[in-house]
């Protein structure tokens, strides 16, 4: 555990790495206001050029489309800082575009629900180290045919690959990255597979805007085949329900658009906020958008929704290289 004050020079200096001719713009909302100050004040010791939006002050939250102030700012900008909690709808009214906005001339933090403890743990980890083990992983699986994922709670799952779709290291250089943006925290190597077929118990957390439920007391049972979404059931009802209606947004929402391995060794538990869990030593798959641009495989959707899965042992071509959430390269 570190600072929130150490989280923030780690953000600005190591994984952005703002220069004094950087234009930064910091988008912000009430809830994440302090953390995203100490990330401002950061950037006030290297440049001037810093300008700030509170999303409250355009109207009330989910805000259905991206306020034409902040389009030009980040439009102009060349590093751009995404600190809100995240919120139903937003993910394509506002998210996606000023990602898409951030890199045209820069690059981007992408920090939805951004805590002050992800600040001290995630924020506060040695991002050489991650590096470097994000490094091992992308070598092996990215030449690899198929990784088979088990549990001891019961998940057993197989992944194939398109040799033509990317794997991402995205391990906190974010200046240096290969997208121009990231998460941060940071700390994974992911693609969209090829297939996926298996059934998932999912005993971590949920992304998107289902980060409410936090660290999950109830589990959430997938079963996939041919990288699609054929049933999934839970205790909690009402979670369940959400879910279905979820991954019927439209023809890929369903689809598996993700699967990952999470890299950053620095932390130690899970803490119910998918921003820095999905980067905890492990597995994590999405349902939905493939992130196109990024991995070049063609499933654009409106949904893209993580879940996290502890303990995971991972084979690659037959060949361990996690063991019940130990990494043994």
């Not at 060349?78 to 998210?95: D, I």
């Not at 820069?106 to 995630?122: C, F, N, V, W």
Request: glycine share 8%; proline share 3%.
């Amino acid at each position: 555990m570190g600072s929130l004050q150490q989280g923030a020079f780690n953000a600005v200096r190591k994984c952005m790495k703002i220069q004094e001719k950087d234009r930064v713009v910091i988008v912000t909302d009430l809830e994440t206001k302090k953390v995203s100050n100490s990330v401002k004040n950061e950037c006030l010791q290297i440049t001037d050029n810093v300008k700030e939006f509170v999303l409250e002050d355009f109207g009330s939250r989910p805000l259905k489309k991206l306020p034409k102030e902040i389009e030009e700012a980040v439009s102009d900008s060349t590093g751009v800082f995404y600190m809100a909690t995240s919120k139903s709808g937003e993910k394509v009214s506002l998210r996606k575009p000023i990602i898409k906005l951030g890199i045209k001339k820069g690059r981007e933090a992408h920090m939805p629900s951004i805590t002050e403890k992800l600040m001290e743990q995630g924020m506060n980890t040695d991002y050489n180290e991650v590096k470097k083990i994000s490094r091992k992983v992308y070598d092996v699986v990215s030449k690899c045919k198929e990784i088979r994922v088990t549990t001891l709670r019961g998940s057993d799952f197989t992944v194939s690959f398109n040799r033509d779709w990317k794997w991402i290291i995205a391990d906190g250089d974010i200046t240096n990255s290969a997208t121009g943006w990231s998460n941060l925290p940071d700390g994974e190597v992911f693609t969209c597979p090829g297939n996926f077929n298996g059934r998932v118990i999912v005993d971590g957390c949920i992304g998107d805007y289902f980060i409410e439920y936090g660290k999950l007391k109830n589990h959430v049972v997938i079963e996939i085949k041919n990288c699609k979404v054929v049933n999934l059931e839970c205790e909690d009802k009402v979670l369940e329900g959400k879910l279905r209606e979820y991954i019927k947004q439209d023809e890929n929402a369903s689809r598996i658009g993700e699967f990952a391995i999470g890299t950053n060794i620095g932390l130690r538990e899970i803490v119910g906020n998918l921003l820095q869990d999905e980067k905890f030593p492990g597995v994590h798959f999405a349902v939905g958008d493939s992130y196109p641009d990024e991995t070049g495989a063609p499933f654009p959707s409106k949904a893209h929704c993580d879940f996290v899965i502890l303990k995971t042992s991972i084979f690659v071509d037959g060949n361990m290289i996690m063991n019940n959430g130990k990494f043994v390269i």
